[in-house]
T-cell receptor, first 113, second 115 residues
């Protein structure tokens, strides 16, 4: 069975500081990995994805994540955060032939001015 | 391109009642999945529909049921509501074929409160 562990439930950082949100997964087969962002009282927005190819994937708003197969990780990073990045971030995994996304518990990113 | 839409936005029901939630998939997407997100938790997979048939189900009891229509829209029905059914219900759609079929795009959700 697949599972996702997000190691930090809350991450407070100062504006313009770098941030890393950690995600580890377990799966016995090839995986597809995703990060979603959820702003208050909204649904989930796909932030970035790893399906195949380059292990480093980037979003349009400066986030990046690296698929590390040996460490079964897909950590999310941003070199300089903004107040507008304040949100809940969810890591999710799927695998070939599976119908569902399995989500972690989420990490609440709080940006302090 | 129209995104995933859900209705209603909010709903309050009494324990024991039945509820129907609706979802319209994103243009060009033929697969719909439903998730339950309890407060402070990650979404949990309920089931998925493809070509009007259930195509996978999570660990939810039979009182959670669904439908998909020829235009790919979908309904989630919950019978005999319990207090623990209070949650945000999320619908997601995905395109058919290849690795892109694993990408799911979510609607804004329906907030269900059971009293």
């Amino acid at each position: 069975a697949q599972s996702v562990t997000q190691l930090d439930s809350q991450v407070p950082v100062f504006e313009e500081a770098p941030v890393e949100l950690r995600c580890n997964y377990s799966s016995s087969v090839s995986v597809y990995l995703f990060w979603y962002v959820q702003y208050p009282n909204q649904g989930l927005q796909l932030l970035l994805k790893y399906l195949s190819g380059s292990t480093l994937v980037e979003s349009i708003n400066g986030f990046e994540a690296e698929f590390n197969k040996s460490q079964t990780s897909f950590h999310l990073r941003k070199p300089s955060v903004h107040i507008s990045d304040t949100a809940e971030y969810f890591c999710a995994v799927s695998s070939q032939g599976a119908q569902k996304l399995v989500f972690g518990q989420g990490t609440r990113l709080t940006i302090n001015p | 391109e129209t995104g995933v839409t859900q209705s209603p936005t909010h709903l309050i029901k009494t324990r024991g009642q039945q509820v129907t939630l609706r979802c319209s998939s994103q243009s060009g997407h033929n697969t719909v999945s439903w998730y339950q997100q309890a407060l402070g938790q990650g979404p949990q997979f309920i089931f998925q529909y493809y070509r009007e048939e259930e195509n996978g189900r999570g660990n939810f009891p039979p009182r959670f049921s669904g439908l998909q229509f020829p235009n790919y829209s979908s309904e989630l029905n919950v019978n005999a509501l319990e207090l623990d059914d209070s949650a945000l219900y999320l619908c997601a759609s995905s395109p058919a074929g290849g690795s892109a079929s694993y990408e799911q795009y979510f609607g804004p959700g329906t907030r269900l409160t059971v009293t």
